[in-house]
């Protein structure tokens, strides 16, 4: 339980640094290029915490979740991933890191709406205050950047 709590820690911190560092340090190769060495360098990175937690033990796939597996793979690595990277190379990072907050949202009403799951009251108030961090976010970049152009256009 414990090793998966830090694992999950570890993604929330690998994610927001490795955003930064994207925006900070642009590649000159495509954004599928970056997808596939980021997937490699998670892989490499998961296979210690597999070993640790036992996950090889009881591997034995369903169709269903070989199904789920593919899914995963092509809504949320190769669509999804590319389109982020895109974004957070010509927006902010304050605008870009905004799509991990905005994904659980999303990941509970696909599953309420296609997966017959239940969106309890903690859900939904979970999800309201997700939204409301983001809009406060974005309202407050906002304002940043618009000070910042009637600052540079009062001094010029």
Do not use: H
């Not at 690595?77 to 010509?90: H, S, W």
């Not at 859900?123 to 540079?152: D, E, K, P, S, Y």
Request: proline content about 4%; aromatic content about 10%; glycine content about 6%.
């Amino acid at each position: 339980f414990w090793v998966s709590i830090l694992a999950m820690l570890l993604n929330a911190g690998s994610w927001a640094a490795g955003s930064v560092f994207a925006r900070k340090n642009p590649t000159a190769t495509s954004l599928l290029m970056d997808v596939g060495l980021q997937n490699l360098a998670a892989g490499i990175a998961l296979v210690p915490i597999c070993f640790m937690t036992n996950a090889f033990d009881n591997f034995a796939p369903s169709a269903t979740s070989l199904a789920a597996l593919a899914y995963l793979i092509v809504f949320g690595t190769i669509v999804t991933v590319p389109c982020y990277l895109y974004v957070l190379r010509k927006l902010p990072v304050s605008v870009s890191s905004t799509f991990a907050y905005v994904t659980p949202v999303v990941t509970a009403i696909v599953g309420w709406l296609f997966l017959n799951e239940a969106l309890t009251l903690p859900i939904i108030v979970g999800m309201g205050v997700i939204l409301t961090g983001v809009i406060i976010v974005q309202t407050v970049n906002q304002r940043q950047q618009m000070a910042i152009r009637q600052a540079a256009a009062s001094a010029a």
